[in-house]
T-cell receptor, first 114, second 113 residues
Framework: AQSVTQPDIHITVSEGASLELRCNYS??????LFWYVQSPGQGLQLLLK??????LVQGIKGFEAEFKRSQSSFNLRKPSVHWSDAAEYFC????????????FGTGTRLAVRP | DGGITQSPKYLFRKEGQNVTLSCEQN?????MYWYRQDPGQGLRLIYY???????QKGDIAEGYSVSREKKESFPLTVTSAQKNPTAFYLC????????????FGNGTRLTVT
Protein backbone atom coordinates (compact mmCIF):
# COMPACT_ATOMS: atom_id res chain seq x y z
CA ALA A 1 0.00 0.00 0.00
CA GLN A 2 1.13 3.51 -0.68
CA SER A 3 2.39 5.44 2.32
CA VAL A 4 4.04 8.67 3.36
CA THR A 5 6.40 8.83 6.32
CA GLN A 6 7.43 11.91 8.24
CA PRO A 7 9.78 10.41 10.83
CA ASP A 8 10.07 13.50 13.02
CA ILE A 9 6.99 14.27 15.12
CA HIS A 10 8.44 17.36 16.78
CA ILE A 11 11.44 19.51 15.85
CA THR A 12 12.75 22.55 17.69
CA VAL A 13 15.23 24.94 16.10
CA SER A 14 16.60 28.33 17.06
CA GLU A 15 15.55 31.37 15.11
CA GLY A 16 18.01 31.95 12.29
CA ALA A 17 19.11 28.32 12.16
CA SER A 18 18.62 26.12 9.13
CA LEU A 19 15.80 23.60 8.92
CA GLU A 20 15.23 20.29 7.19
CA LEU A 21 12.01 18.30 7.53
CA ARG A 22 12.07 14.78 6.23
CA CYS A 23 9.53 13.02 4.04
CA ASN A 24 9.74 9.56 2.52
CA TYR A 25 7.14 7.84 0.39
CA SER A 26 6.56 4.36 -0.92
CA UNK A 27 5.02 4.08 -4.35
CA UNK A 28 5.72 2.12 -7.46
CA UNK A 29 6.46 5.22 -9.48
CA UNK A 30 7.20 8.86 -8.86
CA UNK A 31 4.05 10.55 -7.58
CA UNK A 32 3.11 14.19 -7.41
CA LEU A 33 4.64 15.60 -4.19
CA PHE A 34 3.45 18.45 -1.99
CA TRP A 35 4.34 20.22 1.24
CA TYR A 36 1.64 22.02 3.22
CA VAL A 37 1.85 24.14 6.37
CA GLN A 38 -0.83 24.48 9.04
CA SER A 39 -1.02 27.12 11.75
CA PRO A 40 -2.94 26.18 14.91
CA GLY A 41 -6.69 25.96 14.34
CA GLN A 42 -6.37 26.76 10.65
CA GLY A 43 -6.55 24.97 7.35
CA LEU A 44 -3.54 23.88 5.32
CA GLN A 45 -1.65 26.17 2.97
CA LEU A 46 0.42 24.91 0.05
CA LEU A 47 4.13 25.63 0.38
CA LEU A 48 5.39 23.97 -2.77
CA LYS A 49 4.88 21.07 -5.16
CA UNK A 50 6.88 18.80 -7.44
CA UNK A 51 5.54 17.19 -10.59
CA UNK A 52 8.52 16.64 -12.85
CA UNK A 53 11.69 18.28 -14.14
CA UNK A 54 14.10 20.12 -11.86
CA UNK A 55 14.34 18.18 -8.63
CA LEU A 56 14.86 21.28 -6.50
CA VAL A 57 11.65 23.26 -6.19
CA GLN A 58 11.15 26.65 -4.64
CA GLY A 59 8.09 27.56 -2.65
CA ILE A 60 6.61 30.39 -0.67
CA LYS A 61 8.05 31.88 2.52
CA GLY A 62 11.62 30.97 1.53
CA PHE A 63 11.10 27.21 1.60
CA GLU A 64 12.51 24.75 -0.88
CA ALA A 65 12.35 20.98 -1.29
CA GLU A 66 14.48 18.46 -3.11
CA PHE A 67 13.13 15.32 -4.74
CA LYS A 68 15.53 12.38 -4.60
CA ARG A 69 14.24 9.44 -6.57
CA SER A 70 16.92 7.04 -5.31
CA GLN A 71 15.88 7.71 -1.72
CA SER A 72 12.14 8.14 -2.35
CA SER A 73 12.42 11.37 -0.43
CA PHE A 74 11.12 14.90 -0.69
CA ASN A 75 12.70 16.83 2.18
CA LEU A 76 11.71 20.40 2.97
CA ARG A 77 14.42 22.96 3.78
CA LYS A 78 14.81 26.56 4.82
CA PRO A 79 18.20 28.25 5.26
CA SER A 80 17.15 30.54 8.10
CA VAL A 81 14.05 29.96 10.20
CA HIS A 82 11.87 32.80 11.45
CA TRP A 83 9.71 32.69 14.58
CA SER A 84 6.62 32.87 12.34
CA ASP A 85 7.56 29.51 10.79
CA ALA A 86 6.39 27.71 13.93
CA ALA A 87 3.56 25.49 12.67
CA GLU A 88 2.82 21.94 11.61
CA TYR A 89 4.13 20.74 8.27
CA PHE A 90 2.60 17.99 6.18
CA CYS A 91 4.06 16.12 3.27
CA UNK A 92 1.54 14.71 0.80
CA UNK A 93 1.72 12.54 -2.27
CA UNK A 94 -0.66 11.85 -5.10
CA UNK A 95 -0.22 8.85 -7.30
CA UNK A 96 -0.39 10.05 -10.88
CA UNK A 97 -3.17 7.61 -11.72
CA UNK A 98 -5.02 7.77 -8.43
CA UNK A 99 -7.91 9.88 -9.53
CA UNK A 100 -7.14 12.89 -7.38
CA UNK A 101 -6.63 11.28 -3.98
CA UNK A 102 -3.83 12.62 -1.82
CA UNK A 103 -2.16 10.69 0.97
CA PHE A 104 -0.79 12.77 3.84
CA GLY A 105 2.01 12.11 6.26
CA THR A 106 1.35 12.41 9.97
CA GLY A 107 2.98 15.83 10.15
CA THR A 108 5.97 17.43 11.85
CA ARG A 109 5.40 20.12 14.43
CA LEU A 110 8.04 22.82 14.34
CA ALA A 111 8.86 24.98 17.34
CA VAL A 112 11.20 27.96 17.04
CA ARG A 113 13.36 29.14 19.95
CA PRO A 114 13.93 32.90 20.19
CA ASP B 1 -11.71 36.75 -2.92
CA GLY B 2 -12.14 33.11 -3.91
CA GLY B 3 -11.91 30.52 -1.24
CA ILE B 4 -13.48 27.84 0.90
CA THR B 5 -15.71 28.66 3.83
CA GLN B 6 -16.37 26.19 6.60
CA SER B 7 -18.91 26.91 9.27
CA PRO B 8 -19.17 26.97 12.16
CA LYS B 9 -15.60 27.11 13.46
CA TYR B 10 -16.57 25.36 16.69
CA LEU B 11 -19.46 22.94 17.13
CA PHE B 12 -20.67 21.15 20.23
CA ARG B 13 -23.13 18.28 20.24
CA LYS B 14 -24.46 15.66 22.59
CA GLU B 15 -23.74 12.04 21.90
CA GLY B 16 -26.43 10.40 19.78
CA GLN B 17 -27.22 13.50 17.73
CA ASN B 18 -26.45 13.89 14.06
CA VAL B 19 -24.63 17.08 13.10
CA THR B 20 -23.96 18.68 9.71
CA LEU B 21 -20.82 20.62 8.89
CA SER B 22 -21.00 23.19 6.12
CA CYS B 23 -18.47 23.67 3.32
CA GLU B 24 -18.92 26.23 0.54
CA GLN B 25 -16.47 27.19 -2.21
CA ASN B 26 -16.48 29.91 -4.84
CA UNK B 27 -13.43 28.69 -6.73
CA UNK B 28 -15.54 26.94 -9.39
CA UNK B 29 -13.79 23.67 -8.55
CA UNK B 30 -15.44 20.40 -9.47
CA UNK B 31 -13.67 18.25 -6.88
CA MET B 32 -14.27 18.60 -3.14
CA TYR B 33 -13.02 16.61 -0.17
CA TRP B 34 -13.59 16.06 3.53
CA TYR B 35 -10.72 15.16 5.83
CA ARG B 36 -10.60 14.37 9.49
CA GLN B 37 -7.57 15.43 11.52
CA ASP B 38 -6.60 13.89 14.84
CA PRO B 39 -3.39 14.59 16.77
CA GLY B 40 -0.53 12.45 15.53
CA GLN B 41 -2.54 10.93 12.69
CA GLY B 42 -2.33 13.51 9.97
CA LEU B 43 -5.29 13.92 7.63
CA ARG B 44 -7.55 11.03 6.76
CA LEU B 45 -9.96 11.15 3.84
CA ILE B 46 -13.64 10.71 4.71
CA TYR B 47 -15.48 11.37 1.44
CA TYR B 48 -14.77 13.08 -1.83
CA UNK B 49 -16.75 14.25 -4.81
CA UNK B 50 -15.37 14.85 -8.27
CA UNK B 51 -18.57 16.19 -9.77
CA UNK B 52 -22.04 17.32 -8.76
CA UNK B 53 -24.41 14.51 -7.72
CA UNK B 54 -21.57 12.03 -7.34
CA UNK B 55 -19.32 11.15 -4.40
CA GLN B 56 -17.10 8.31 -3.21
CA LYS B 57 -16.08 6.94 0.15
CA GLY B 58 -12.63 7.69 1.39
CA ASP B 59 -10.59 5.72 3.87
CA ILE B 60 -12.78 6.33 6.95
CA ALA B 61 -16.34 6.87 5.65
CA GLU B 62 -18.16 4.80 8.28
CA GLY B 63 -20.48 6.94 10.38
CA TYR B 64 -20.45 9.85 7.93
CA SER B 65 -22.61 10.90 5.01
CA VAL B 66 -22.36 13.62 2.37
CA SER B 67 -24.33 15.18 -0.44
CA ARG B 68 -23.31 17.16 -3.51
CA GLU B 69 -26.40 18.81 -4.89
CA LYS B 70 -24.59 21.98 -5.95
CA LYS B 71 -21.09 22.53 -7.25
CA GLU B 72 -20.39 25.09 -4.54
CA SER B 73 -21.50 23.03 -1.56
CA PHE B 74 -20.38 19.74 0.00
CA PRO B 75 -21.91 19.31 3.48
CA LEU B 76 -20.76 16.53 5.78
CA THR B 77 -23.10 14.86 8.28
CA VAL B 78 -21.56 13.17 11.27
CA THR B 79 -24.09 10.58 12.33
CA SER B 80 -24.67 8.98 15.69
CA ALA B 81 -23.07 5.84 14.25
CA GLN B 82 -19.64 7.50 14.22
CA LYS B 83 -17.98 6.03 17.31
CA ASN B 84 -15.44 8.77 17.93
CA PRO B 85 -16.67 11.96 16.26
CA THR B 86 -14.71 14.54 18.24
CA ALA B 87 -12.08 15.85 15.81
CA PHE B 88 -11.02 18.72 13.57
CA TYR B 89 -12.70 18.50 10.16
CA LEU B 90 -11.21 20.04 7.05
CA CYS B 91 -12.90 20.63 3.73
CA UNK B 92 -10.88 21.10 0.53
CA UNK B 93 -11.39 21.61 -3.17
CA UNK B 94 -9.19 20.98 -6.18
CA UNK B 95 -8.80 22.56 -9.58
CA UNK B 96 -9.27 20.76 -12.88
CA UNK B 97 -5.71 19.67 -13.64
CA UNK B 98 -4.41 16.29 -12.47
CA UNK B 99 -1.63 17.93 -10.49
CA UNK B 100 -3.65 20.82 -9.03
CA UNK B 101 -3.08 21.27 -5.29
CA UNK B 102 -5.83 21.17 -2.68
CA UNK B 103 -7.29 24.41 -1.35
CA PHE B 104 -8.40 24.10 2.26
CA GLY B 105 -10.97 25.79 4.42
CA ASN B 106 -10.11 26.81 7.98
CA GLY B 107 -11.77 23.80 9.50
CA THR B 108 -14.51 23.01 12.01
CA ARG B 109 -13.67 21.65 15.43
CA LEU B 110 -16.43 19.28 16.53
CA THR B 111 -16.75 18.24 20.15
CA VAL B 112 -19.24 15.55 21.09
CA THR B 113 -19.91 14.87 24.75
Amino acid sequence: AQSVTQPDIHITVSEGASLELRCNYSYGATPYLFWYVQSPGQGLQLLLKYFSGDTLVQGIKGFEAEFKRSQSSFNLRKPSVHWSDAAEYFCAVEKKSSGDKLTFGTGTRLAVRP
Amino acid sequence: DGGITQSPKYLFRKEGQNVTLSCEQNLNHDAMYWYRQDPGQGLRLIYYSQIVNDFQKGDIAEGYSVSREKKESFPLTVTSAQKNPTAFYLCASKGPLNNSPLHFGNGTRLTVT
